[in-house]
């Protein structure tokens, strides 16, 4: 009585996980930072979310069928809803509506599926999307808004919403630079950091959120939740994140010991721009980040180090996006020099020698 | 005790409640027995019997095929009712010659040898020879000769005899209650060893998931201070010759060495208990533990079974089938192969039959690699499953092997984790197949190579020879004809 295939070997076991599941899991940690910012920038910020995340999933679909792939599977690995996800928390969030759409062409079309499609990329599609977007209109992508919280007295309504997203009529009254920005901006005018910082929203308000920037750059507190909130589901370690933020705040605090009015100091730059979000979001992406824990702290280090040489000296305030995108493309290097030791070999793949016979 | 940590490793679902609770039952006698010769790794055993022939219980029915082969004895008495070729419990379910023993349900013993006196104190070889004449062999899956293990000692230094109990495969319970319900038996089993291998320490290592046997083994060897029974880490794949040996020394084995080299030798708990049996009964291995489970299986249990007892035999004795099983697995889920069918016989290495349905197994298609580098964090061995894979589904097997896919012991964590569902380990062994034989080819190519050159030279030197017996016929014949040239002009005229 043979009844059975034998077609595989083992193991005939199988953790309950699947791409779909941890996908979902990083989208659930997003959550509460995003409704957050989404209230505190209102109907404009929530048109633009739904714009950019519906826009990456359309263009997924459009790309999977051009590939003549199979739709349903990766249609519903929650991926592109991800990519999108991220891109729409780095865009200003009152910006227009093309910019997401545009972003998801870059990000789900170029950077994704030119490559082959998912843990195919290079790059991280999200960051692909919002340099070429950055470097393409920086003028739109600069426009910052202070919080508008949803219901408030000057929160615009849901028709004005439609007006700033799908109209183009930025209110010109609202804008404001980016705490990165502002610093940025009143050093090149000569004005010493110890001045400019006076200015700047202080550390509390940068963690809460509320002040000027992109979805993800404010909340840095409910960004650093969601990201515990990774680690304690083993879906990312702390390697990178603590590798970005280290070096990041290392950087800092020697620099600014070194030069105050140079420098701003180590923990302004961990709670302001980006640095959660990328450190525990972006960085992290498993297809463009090295798959060995050592490489990951190698590869977390660098983009600290990047993105706070980029602040520091480049002629944009926030490096982050540019950081993990030069670092991605260093990523097959570090694998390939930080592979584990393997078991009973040398680091250099030699048996390891016997024991010296005691005398 | 102190002991080491070991790289990477899973919790899977263990699954072991379901026998772990079930004594071990004895498996009546099923209507015909089949013993394959070839039931351990090395020569199969040869026939020593014919057609027709009776047999008692424990009587040497095929005798060992080399230095590393293992002799069968005839589980019950009976007739000999065949010698044919039937499926082996093997993934190809290839036929293997095997004897059909009848047996006659009298189960009467043969004349066993006397049991040694004093074995502790006995000549060590004595031992050995005991060991091999009575077709043990290892009992937690590999089915090694343990005769020949236990024959380390003359080769190696050796400081320790580790007794696996770790069973670190989910489901699996047969070692456990081994352990439990014979205690005594492994221990004295594990001194006899001890003494064979002129170890002057024992250790006995259990997965902490097993505090029963844990407390009966503590219980047992209380009294002989040079055994210690350690609880280690649930951590699959503890139970891994060399990573328990790291677990319990700190001592990593070095790739292409036997953890002998660095003084352990490993040996499974139900091959103590054999060996206790061989030596002080004179009783040959003839039965062993089976854990039966899985979803599929109406009434999981713990069986003594005879070997050649079929999987069939097993299974009704369990109530038969509960539901459709996805997979019939010979071993633990991990390890184990897939078994071809139920007609397939017991044997000597085999810890559990497992019919497994669907759910348990949860199988997905295989979706593309996100990277997410599990595979790499959790490897025991140290390796990049991601990577070897990549360059297996290349077929470049010459970077596969540089980067260690022949390091591999197809302990299946990285397909365990692989969120994509990727079948790893089945890429793994593909190559490692591939490369064996690459192996093989490339050796004959060299043997034939050798052959061929030594040919030319033979050739080469035979024409040499002649031309030189030629010339130095031809220098004899010119110096003669000058001889007697000479001789001439001598001559007066």
Known sequence: MTFLAINQSGPFAHQASSVQKTMFTVLLALIPATAFDLYLFGWPAILLFTVTVGSCVAAEAICLALAGQPMKAALFDYSAALTGWLLAMSLPPWAPWWTGVLGAVFAIGLAKHTFGGIGQNMFNPAMVARVALLVSFPVVMTAWVMPHPLFSAHAPSLADAIGITFGGHMPDAVSAASALGYVKTELSRGIPVMQSMAHVPDLMDLALGTRAGSLGETSAVLILAGGLFLMARRIISWHIPLGVMGALFLMGTLFHAIDPARYTDGLFHLMSGATFLGAFFICTDYVTSPVSRKGQLVFGVGCGLLTWTIRTYAGYPEGMAFAVLLMNSLTPIIDQYTRPRAFGRTLKGEPLPLAKEKT | ?493
Not at chain 2, 242 to 267: F, W, Y
Not at chain 2, 370 to 378: D, L, Q, S
Request: include cysteine.
């Open chain 2, 1 to 493: 005790m102190k002991l080491f940590p070991i790289r990477g490793g899973i919790h899977p679902d263990y699954r072991k409640e379901q026998t772990s609770e079930k004594a071990i039952v004895v498996l009546p006698l099923p209507s015909a027995l089949y013993i394959p010769l070839q039931q351990h790794i090395g020569a199969p055993a040869e026939v020593l019997v014919n057609e027709g022939d009776l047999v008692k219980k424990g009587q040497m029915i095929a005798c060992s095929g080399g230095a590393v082969s293992a002799p069968q004895h005839a589980p019950t008495s009976g007739r000999i009712q065949a010698i044919t070729e039937i499926p082996a419990p093997h993934p190809s379910g290839l036929a293997q010659t095997t004897i059909i023993l009848e047996p006659d349900v009298k189960d009467e013993w043969t004349d066993l040898p006397e049991p040694i006196a004093d074995p502790l104190n006995a000549n060590p070889q004595l031992i050995r020879e005991r060991v091999a004449a009575s077709g043990i062999v290892g009992m937690g899956g590999a089915a090694f000769p343990s005769a020949v293990k236990l024959d380390l000692g003359t080769r190696c230094k050796l400081e320790i005899l580790l007794l696996n109990g770790a069973e670190c495969e989910p489901y699996l319970t047969c070692d456990d209650r081994v352990m439990r319900e014979h205690a005594d038996e492994v221990i004295d089993g594990a001194r006899i060893m001890a003494h064979a291998l002129g170890v002057p320490r024992v250790v006995i290592a259990i997965e902490n998931n097993k505090p029963q046997a844990i407390d009966a083994m503590t219980r047992a060897a209380s009294a002989f201070p040079e055994i210690e029974v350690a609880g280690v880490p649930v951590q699959y794949p503890m139970g891994s010759e060399r990573h328990l040996v790291q677990a319990i020394s700190g001592r990593e084995t070095p790739a292409k060495k036997l953890t002998a080299d660095i003084g352990v030798v490993v040996h499974n708990v139900a091959t103590a208990r054999a060996v206790h049996q061989a030596v002080r009964f004179g009783r040959p291995l003839v039965a062993r533990v089976v854990t039966v489970s899985g979803g599929a299986v109406r009434e999981p249990n713990n069986i003594e079974a005879p070997v050649g007892a079929r999987v069939a035999d097993l299974i009704a004795f369990c109530g038969g089938f509960a539901a459709i099983p996805e997979r019939l697995v010979n071993g633990g889920p991990m390890m184990g192969q897939p078994l071809p069918g139920l007609d397939v016989p017991v044997v000597k290495g085999m810890s559990g039959i497992l019919a497994l349905t669907a759910a348990e197994i949860n199988q997905q298609p295989a979706s593309a690699c996100i990277r997410c580098g599990n595979c790499v964090t959790i490897c025991p061995c140290g390796l990049v499953p991601v990577e070897m894979a990549a360059f297996i589904r290349k077929d470049n097997f010459e970077v596969a092997a540089r980067l260690g896919v022949m390091d591999c012991v197809s302990c299946g964590s990285c397909s365990w984790i692989c969120p994509s569902h990727i079948p790893l380990v089945h890429y793994f062994n593909y190559a490692k197949g591939m490369i064996n034989a690459q192996e093989r080819e490339r050796r004959k190519i060299d043997q034939t190579r050798i052959l061929a050159e030594a040919h030319t030279l033979r050739v080469e030197k035979a024409a040499a020879d002649k031309a030189a017996a030629l010339a130095a016929k031809k220098a004899q014949a010119a110096a003669a004809a000058a001889a007697k040239e000479k001789e001439k002009d001598e001559t007066p005229a």
